[in-house]
C-alpha cells in the first residue's frame, strides 16, 4: 500500500522568508500521481499543484516551486517570500495509476508566516 | 463556472442517529470521491462514484453509503452515528484518472 509522509508538524516564519516542506512517499509502482494541497482555516482543501511519476522536471509557479526527487521518493515544496495569507496546512498527497483513484494524504503541515 | 458545493455546512446529530450530506461536482466533472478530515488529521478517502457506481472504497463500515444520481451529483449517508463519526466530511469531483481532484468546502457533522 502506499504511504505518504509529512515529517515537519509544525512550520513558524516571518513575513518574506521562504519556507520548504518536505513530503515523502512510498509506492511499489512506476506511474503516479503526487499532489499538494493547501488547506486555509476556512477548511477547503485548495489545489496547489500536480506532477506525474514520469516528468521529474521542477518547476517555479509564481512564489511556488517544487522539487521532485524519484531517486529519494521525495516531493517538496517550497513557497518564496512567504506572506500571511500563506499561513494554512499543506498537505502532499498520491494517486496510483493502477485501478487506485483515491488520494492518498500525509498527515499536513501547519505553516504560520508571522508579520 | 460554480465549484464543488456541499451542503449542509453544519450538523449536529446525536447518537444513532442517520445523516445524509450531499454534494455538487464542479461543472463538468463526472466522478465524486468523499473523504472524512478528524481534526488534525489528512483526509481519509471513504468512497469514489463513477457513472453512477461505486468505484472504489476506503477502510470504513458499511454505515457508510453514498449514491451517485445521473446529473453527478452525489449523497454520503451514514447510519447508526457513532461519536467518532464527528469529523469535516469533504466531497471532491473529479474528471479521469490521475487528474486532480477539487473540493468543496466540507460539511462539518458533530455528533453527541
Redesign the interface.
Known amino acids: 500500500a502506499q504511504k505518504v509522509t509529512q515529517a515537519q508538524t509544525e512550520i513558524s516564519v516571518v513575513e518574506k522568508e521562504d519556507v520548504t516542506l518536505d513530503c515523502v512517499y512510498e509506492t511499489r509502482d512506476t506511474t503516479y500521481?503526487l499532489?499538494w494541497?493547501k488547506q486555509p482555516p476556512?477548511?477547503?482543501?485548495?489545489?496547489l499543484i500536480?506532477r506525474?511519476s514520469f516528468d521529474e522536471q521542477n518547476e517555479i509557479s509564481g512564489r511556488y516551486s517544487w522539487n521532485f526527487q524519484k531517486s529519494t521518493s521525495s516531493f517538496n515544496f517550497t513557497i518564496t517570500a512567504s506572506q500571511v495569507v500563506d499561513s494554512a496546512v499543506y498537505?502532499c498527497?498520491l494517486?496510483l495509476?493502477s485501478?487506485?483513484?483515491?488520494?492518498?494524504?500525509?498527515?499536513?503541515t501547519t505553516v504560520t508566516v508571522r508579520a | 463556472d460554480a465549484g464543488v458545493t456541499q451542503s449542509p455546512t453544519h450538523l449536529i446529530k446525536t447518537r444513532g442517529q442517520q445523516v445524509t450530506l450531499r454534494c455538487s461536482p464542479k461543472s463538468g466533472h463526472d466522478?465524486v470521491?468523499w473523504?472524512q478530515q478528524a481534526l488534525g488529521?489528512?483526509?481519509?478517502?471513504i468512497f469514489?462514484y463513477?457513472e453512477e457506481e461505486e468505484?472504489?472504497r476506503?477502510n470504513f463500515p458499511d454505515r457508510f453509503s453514498g449514491h451517485q444520481f445521473p446529473n453527478y451529483s452525489s449523497e454520503l449517508n451514514v447510519n447508526a452515528l457513532l461519536l467518532g463519526d464527528s469529523a469535516?466530511y469533504?466531497c471532491?469531483s473529479s474528471l479521469g484518472?490521475?487528474?486532480?481532484?477539487?473540493?468543496?468546502?466540507?460539511t462539518?457533522l458533530t455528533v453527541l
Do not use: H
Not at chain 1, 99 to 108: C, I, P, Q, T, V
Not at chain 2, 97 to 106: A, K, R
Open positions: 500521481y499532489f494541497y476556512s477548511g477547503e482543501l485548495v489545489f500536480r506525474n498537505f498527497a494517486i495509476d485501478n487506485d483513484y483515491k488520494l492518498s494524504f500525509g498527515a499536513g | 466522478t470521491s473523504y488529521q489528512g483526509p481519509q478517502f469514489q463513477y468505484r472504489q476506503g469535516l469533504l471532491a484518472e490521475g487528474n486532480e481532484q477539487f473540493f468543496g468546502p466540507g462539518r
